[in-house]
């Protein structure tokens, strides 16, 4: 424990965010591209909404590979995203 005239830093741990974003976002694009192939409209989500998507993830199509190469496109985007937010938290966090 902690005494009062300690200073204590919390820091994140980049490997442990990376993962995490990487698990949460290439489930969510793996989802976003298999609802559409199963011609399930989810609220606002429909093929026009996986073709948006599709111009900045090359590959993803509402087809089960295309769900596939989604998965891919999510991890790797949320595993940058995750290693940069835990560099900035620790970088600028005081």
């Known amino acids: 424990m902690a005494k009062k005239s300690e200073v204590v830093s919390l820091r994140l741990d980049p490997q442990a965010l990376a993962k995490a974003f990487a698990v949460i976002c290439g489930l969510f694009l793996f989802l976003a591209a298999l609802l559409p192939a199963l011609n399930f409209d989810f609220l606002w989500w429909n093929n026009k909404s996986l ?6 993830y090359p590959g ?15 991890a790797v985007s949320g595993a940058v995203f995750g290693l940069l937010v835990a560099w900035a938290y620790n970088k600028f966090h005081q």
């Open 60 to 74: 993803i199509a509402p087809t089960f590979l295309g769900a596939l190469i989604a998965l891919v496109w999510g």
């Open 51 to 56: 073709a948006t998507v599709a111009v900045f």
